[in-house]
Protein backbone atom coordinates (compact mmCIF):
# COMPACT_ATOMS: atom_id res chain seq x y z
CA UNK A 1 0.00 0.00 0.00
CA UNK A 2 2.85 2.62 0.59
CA UNK A 3 4.19 1.90 -2.86
CA UNK A 4 1.25 2.16 -4.43
CA UNK A 5 0.50 5.67 -1.99
CA UNK A 6 4.14 6.87 -3.43
CA UNK A 7 1.97 6.56 -7.35
CA UNK A 8 -0.70 9.17 -5.61
CA UNK A 9 -0.48 12.49 -4.47
CA UNK A 10 -2.84 13.24 -0.78
CA UNK A 11 -4.80 15.43 -2.58
CA UNK A 12 -5.66 13.01 -5.68
CA UNK A 13 -9.28 11.73 -6.37
CA UNK A 14 -8.17 8.63 -6.04
CA UNK A 15 -6.88 8.76 -2.77
CA UNK A 16 -10.09 10.20 -1.36
CA UNK A 17 -11.93 7.53 -2.92
CA UNK A 18 -9.48 4.21 -1.91
CA UNK A 19 -9.99 5.80 1.63
CA UNK A 20 -14.16 5.31 1.07
CA UNK A 21 -13.82 2.02 -0.43
CA UNK A 22 -11.40 0.98 2.54
CA UNK A 23 -14.07 1.87 5.29
CA UNK A 24 -17.04 0.96 3.16
CA UNK A 25 -15.03 -2.49 3.49
CA UNK A 26 -14.70 -2.25 6.75
CA UNK A 27 -18.21 -1.48 7.65
CA UNK A 28 -19.39 -3.85 5.68
CA UNK A 29 -17.41 -6.76 6.89
CA UNK A 30 -18.53 -5.93 10.23
CA UNK A 31 -22.10 -5.50 9.55
CA UNK A 32 -22.13 -8.98 8.70
CA UNK A 33 -19.85 -9.96 11.14
CA UNK A 34 -17.58 -12.02 8.97
CA UNK A 35 -14.58 -10.72 10.61
CA UNK A 36 -13.32 -9.65 14.26
CA UNK A 37 -12.65 -5.72 13.83
CA UNK A 38 -8.69 -6.19 13.59
CA UNK A 39 -9.58 -8.71 10.90
CA UNK A 40 -12.36 -6.36 8.61
CA UNK A 41 -9.16 -3.53 9.33
CA UNK A 42 -7.03 -5.68 7.92
CA UNK A 43 -9.08 -6.37 4.69
CA UNK A 44 -10.11 -2.88 4.22
CA UNK A 45 -6.30 -1.81 4.04
CA UNK A 46 -5.47 -4.91 1.80
CA UNK A 47 -8.52 -3.96 -0.42
CA UNK A 48 -7.56 -0.09 -0.14
CA UNK A 49 -3.96 -1.22 -1.37
CA UNK A 50 -5.35 -3.18 -4.46
CA UNK A 51 -7.47 -0.57 -5.45
CA UNK A 52 -4.85 1.72 -5.34
CA UNK A 53 -2.82 -0.80 -7.49
CA UNK A 54 -5.33 -1.15 -10.02
CA UNK A 55 -7.89 2.24 -9.99
CA UNK A 56 -10.88 3.01 -11.65
CA UNK A 57 -13.29 0.72 -12.57
CA UNK A 58 -11.08 -2.26 -14.15
CA UNK A 59 -9.84 -2.56 -10.87
CA UNK A 60 -9.12 -5.80 -8.48
CA UNK A 61 -11.64 -5.11 -6.07
CA UNK A 62 -14.31 -6.81 -7.99
CA UNK A 63 -12.95 -10.06 -7.75
CA UNK A 64 -11.94 -9.22 -4.23
CA UNK A 65 -15.54 -8.80 -3.85
CA UNK A 66 -16.93 -11.83 -5.55
CA UNK A 67 -14.03 -13.78 -3.38
CA UNK A 68 -15.82 -11.87 -0.08
CA UNK A 69 -18.93 -13.09 -1.27
CA UNK A 70 -18.24 -16.70 -1.82
CA UNK A 71 -16.18 -17.57 1.22
CA UNK A 72 -18.87 -15.87 3.00
CA UNK A 73 -21.73 -17.98 2.06
CA UNK A 74 -19.66 -21.23 1.99
CA UNK A 75 -19.01 -20.40 5.80
CA UNK A 76 -22.34 -20.02 6.37
CA UNK A 77 -24.01 -22.77 4.76
CA UNK A 78 -24.59 -25.92 6.78
CA UNK A 79 -23.44 -23.82 9.64
CA UNK A 80 -25.27 -26.48 12.11
CA UNK A 81 -24.03 -29.54 10.99
CA UNK A 82 -20.48 -28.34 11.36
CA UNK A 83 -21.16 -26.72 14.71
CA UNK A 84 -22.16 -30.31 15.71
CA UNK A 85 -19.16 -32.03 14.05
CA UNK A 86 -17.17 -29.22 15.94
CA UNK A 87 -15.42 -27.57 12.83
CA UNK A 88 -16.68 -24.66 12.57
CA UNK A 89 -15.70 -21.13 12.31
CA UNK A 90 -15.54 -19.22 15.50
CA UNK A 91 -19.08 -16.76 15.00
CA UNK A 92 -16.76 -13.64 15.32
CA UNK A 93 -15.28 -14.03 12.50
CA UNK A 94 -12.52 -13.94 10.54
CA UNK A 95 -9.16 -12.89 12.87
CA UNK A 96 -6.49 -10.31 11.48
CA UNK A 97 -4.10 -12.96 10.84
CA UNK A 98 -6.62 -15.00 8.37
CA UNK A 99 -7.45 -12.25 6.37
CA UNK A 100 -3.61 -11.38 5.91
CA UNK A 101 -2.88 -14.98 4.92
CA UNK A 102 -5.55 -15.12 2.47
CA UNK A 103 -5.30 -11.71 0.69
CA UNK A 104 -1.28 -10.78 0.98
CA UNK A 105 0.01 -12.55 -1.20
CA UNK A 106 -2.85 -10.74 -4.04
CA UNK A 107 -1.12 -6.85 -2.60
CA UNK A 108 2.14 -8.32 -2.80
CA UNK A 109 1.80 -9.78 -6.11
CA UNK A 110 1.03 -6.45 -7.28
CA UNK A 111 3.48 -4.30 -6.20
CA UNK A 112 5.27 -3.88 -8.99
CA UNK A 113 1.79 -2.60 -10.41
CA UNK A 114 1.71 0.01 -8.18
CA UNK A 115 5.15 1.77 -8.81
CA UNK A 116 4.85 2.30 -12.31
CA UNK A 117 2.98 6.09 -12.36
CA UNK A 118 0.45 7.04 -14.77
CA UNK A 119 -0.97 3.48 -15.57
CA UNK A 120 -4.21 2.10 -15.00
CA UNK A 121 -5.28 -1.57 -15.06
CA UNK A 122 -7.27 -1.22 -18.33
CA UNK A 123 -3.78 -0.28 -20.14
CA UNK A 124 -0.96 -1.01 -19.89
CA UNK A 125 -0.41 -2.85 -16.61
CA UNK A 126 1.90 -6.00 -16.52
CA UNK A 127 -0.26 -9.29 -17.20
CA UNK A 128 1.89 -11.36 -15.25
CA UNK A 129 1.43 -9.51 -12.38
CA UNK A 130 -2.58 -8.96 -12.74
CA UNK A 131 -2.57 -12.83 -13.50
CA UNK A 132 -0.59 -13.57 -10.57
CA UNK A 133 -2.33 -10.49 -8.36
CA UNK A 134 -6.20 -13.33 -9.95
CA UNK A 135 -4.58 -16.20 -9.23
CA UNK A 136 -3.92 -15.62 -5.26
CA UNK A 137 -7.58 -14.36 -4.86
CA UNK A 138 -8.82 -17.63 -6.67
CA UNK A 139 -6.52 -19.49 -4.13
CA UNK A 140 -8.05 -18.13 -1.86
CA UNK A 141 -11.63 -18.56 -2.37
CA UNK A 142 -10.79 -22.14 -3.50
CA UNK A 143 -9.38 -23.11 -0.25
CA UNK A 144 -12.32 -21.70 1.69
CA UNK A 145 -15.17 -23.18 -0.35
CA UNK A 146 -13.67 -26.94 -0.86
CA UNK A 147 -13.06 -26.98 2.93
CA UNK A 148 -16.45 -25.34 4.27
CA UNK A 149 -18.82 -27.27 1.40
CA UNK A 150 -16.75 -30.42 1.70
CA UNK A 151 -17.36 -30.87 5.39
CA UNK A 152 -20.97 -30.58 4.86
CA UNK A 153 -21.78 -32.00 0.99
CA UNK A 154 -20.63 -35.05 2.13
CA UNK A 155 -18.16 -37.59 0.73
CA UNK A 156 -15.48 -39.79 2.24
CA UNK A 157 -12.47 -37.12 3.71
CA UNK A 158 -8.91 -38.99 2.31
CA UNK A 159 -5.07 -37.62 2.80
CA UNK A 160 -4.04 -36.32 -0.11
CA UNK A 161 -0.33 -37.79 0.23
CA UNK A 162 -1.63 -41.33 1.15
CA UNK A 163 -5.20 -41.54 0.64
CA UNK A 164 -6.15 -42.81 3.80
CA UNK A 165 -9.63 -42.14 5.49
CA UNK A 166 -9.61 -39.39 7.94
CA UNK A 167 -12.06 -37.58 10.00
CA UNK A 168 -13.80 -34.35 8.86
CA UNK A 169 -11.70 -31.18 9.32
CA UNK A 170 -7.60 -33.51 9.18
CA UNK A 171 -5.11 -31.07 8.45
CA UNK A 172 -4.79 -32.19 4.47
CA UNK A 173 -8.13 -33.97 3.99
CA UNK A 174 -9.80 -33.44 0.74
CA UNK A 175 -13.01 -35.09 -0.40
CA UNK A 176 -14.14 -34.73 -4.56
CA UNK A 177 -17.43 -32.99 -3.65
CA UNK A 178 -14.96 -30.60 -1.52
CA UNK A 179 -12.39 -30.07 -4.49
CA UNK A 180 -15.00 -30.06 -7.03
CA UNK A 181 -16.18 -27.22 -5.12
CA UNK A 182 -13.10 -25.10 -4.68
CA UNK A 183 -12.56 -25.62 -8.09
CA UNK A 184 -15.99 -23.70 -8.90
CA UNK A 185 -15.08 -20.97 -6.39
CA UNK A 186 -11.66 -20.19 -8.26
CA UNK A 187 -13.24 -20.42 -11.66
CA UNK A 188 -16.18 -18.07 -10.13
CA UNK A 189 -13.12 -15.45 -9.33
CA UNK A 190 -11.23 -16.03 -12.42
CA UNK A 191 -14.34 -14.87 -14.04
CA UNK A 192 -14.90 -12.03 -12.59
CA UNK A 193 -11.31 -10.64 -12.59
CA UNK A 194 -10.86 -11.98 -16.54
CA UNK A 195 -13.95 -9.24 -16.89
CA UNK A 196 -12.17 -6.64 -14.61
CA UNK A 197 -8.70 -6.77 -15.22
CA UNK A 198 -9.05 -6.94 -18.97
CA UNK A 199 -7.37 -10.26 -19.13
CA UNK A 200 -7.28 -12.75 -22.33
CA UNK A 201 -8.62 -16.14 -21.78
CA UNK A 202 -5.55 -17.66 -22.16
CA UNK A 203 -3.86 -15.71 -18.89
CA UNK A 204 -7.59 -15.99 -17.28
CA UNK A 205 -7.07 -19.90 -17.66
CA UNK A 206 -3.54 -19.64 -16.27
CA UNK A 207 -4.59 -17.61 -13.44
CA UNK A 208 -7.47 -21.11 -13.19
CA UNK A 209 -4.74 -22.99 -13.63
CA UNK A 210 -2.63 -21.35 -10.82
CA UNK A 211 -5.36 -21.45 -8.33
CA UNK A 212 -5.91 -25.28 -8.25
CA UNK A 213 -2.21 -25.70 -8.45
CA UNK A 214 -2.11 -23.49 -5.15
CA UNK A 215 -5.11 -25.52 -3.51
CA UNK A 216 -3.62 -29.12 -3.92
CA UNK A 217 -0.19 -27.62 -2.29
CA UNK A 218 -2.70 -26.21 0.45
CA UNK A 219 -3.66 -30.06 1.17
CA UNK A 220 -0.16 -30.95 0.69
CA UNK A 221 1.26 -28.41 3.01
CA UNK A 222 -1.79 -29.26 5.49
CA UNK A 223 -0.84 -33.48 5.44
CA UNK A 224 2.33 -33.33 6.10
CA UNK A 225 3.88 -29.94 7.83
CA UNK A 226 1.16 -28.69 9.42
CA UNK A 227 -0.18 -32.00 10.73
CA UNK A 228 3.39 -32.39 12.06
CA UNK A 229 2.92 -28.98 13.93
CA UNK A 230 5.45 -27.38 11.82
CA UNK A 231 2.97 -24.81 10.07
CA UNK A 232 -0.20 -23.09 11.84
CA UNK A 233 -3.08 -23.05 9.31
CA UNK A 234 -2.32 -19.13 8.17
CA UNK A 235 1.07 -19.78 7.45
CA UNK A 236 -0.02 -22.78 4.78
CA UNK A 237 -2.54 -20.49 3.83
CA UNK A 238 0.11 -18.05 2.91
CA UNK A 239 2.32 -20.63 1.03
CA UNK A 240 -0.59 -21.69 -0.93
CA UNK A 241 -1.60 -18.18 -2.05
CA UNK A 242 2.01 -17.81 -2.96
CA UNK A 243 2.22 -21.13 -4.93
CA UNK A 244 -0.66 -20.05 -6.88
CA UNK A 245 0.94 -16.49 -7.44
CA UNK A 246 4.16 -17.92 -8.77
CA UNK A 247 2.72 -21.18 -10.90
CA UNK A 248 0.40 -18.07 -12.64
CA UNK A 249 3.05 -15.77 -12.85
CA UNK A 250 5.75 -17.84 -14.09
CA UNK A 251 3.20 -19.65 -16.35
CA UNK A 252 2.46 -15.81 -17.72
CA UNK A 253 5.87 -15.55 -18.90
CA UNK A 254 6.09 -18.46 -20.95
CA UNK A 255 2.40 -18.44 -22.84
Known amino acids: MLAAG????AHSRVVWLDAAISISFVALVRGFRAATFGGALTGGILAAALFLGTPGWHTALWPLLTLVVLTFAATRFGRRRKEELG???ARRGRRASQVAANLGMA???GIPLARTPGLSSAGALDRVELAAMLAAMA???ADTLSSELGQVLGG???LLTTFDRVAPGTDGATTAMGTLSGCAGAAIVVAAGQAA????RTQALIALGGAI???FFDSFLGATLERRGWLNNDAVNALSTACAALVAGFACLWA
Open 6 to 9: EVWP
Open 156 to 158: EPR
Open 139 to 141: EAA
Open 87 to 89: IAE
Open 213 to 215: AGL
Open 197 to 200: LILT
Open 107 to 109: VIA
